[in-house]
Nanobody, 121 residues
């Protein structure tokens, strides 16, 4: 059974930084794409960043140049380094992964419980 556990959220002032972590278990981590999503109050969940098994990355336009996604396959962990945070980045951040290995897809099947990020102005 795939399990994803996020950590690293918190309260930070605008312009500050946070690093989120997502520890995965239940299967061979390195074969699967991983993603970060977020959901702000009253809004739909939105894509933030993703990293494939081959380390190819892509980002939402709203976070390009500020956020960096990375993975450590030895630790079965994916990270989201968030710099130059803005109040509009406030949301619950979710880690997610796909069902099928070695596949490029926008469908994520497994989700973590989320971690709150709050950016004060």
């Amino acid at each position: 059974q795939v399990q994803l556990v996020e950590s690293g959220g918190g309260l930070v002032q605008a312009g500050g930084s946070l690093r989120l972590s997502c520890a995965a278990s239940g299967r061979t981590f390195s074969s699967y794409a991983m993603g970060w999503f977020r959901q702000a109050p009253g809004k739909e969940r939105e894509f933030v960043a993703a990293i494939r098994w081959n380390y190819h990355t892509n980002y939402a336009d709203s976070v390009k140049g500020r956020f960096t996604i990375s993975r450590d396959n030895a630790k079965n962990t994916v990270y989201l380094q968030m710099n130059s945070l803005k109040p509009e980045d406030t949301a619950v951040y979710y880690c997610a992964t796909v069902r099928t290995p070695w596949v490029v897809t926008t469908t994520y099947d497994y989700w973590g419980q989320g971690t709150q990020v709050t950016v004060s102005s």
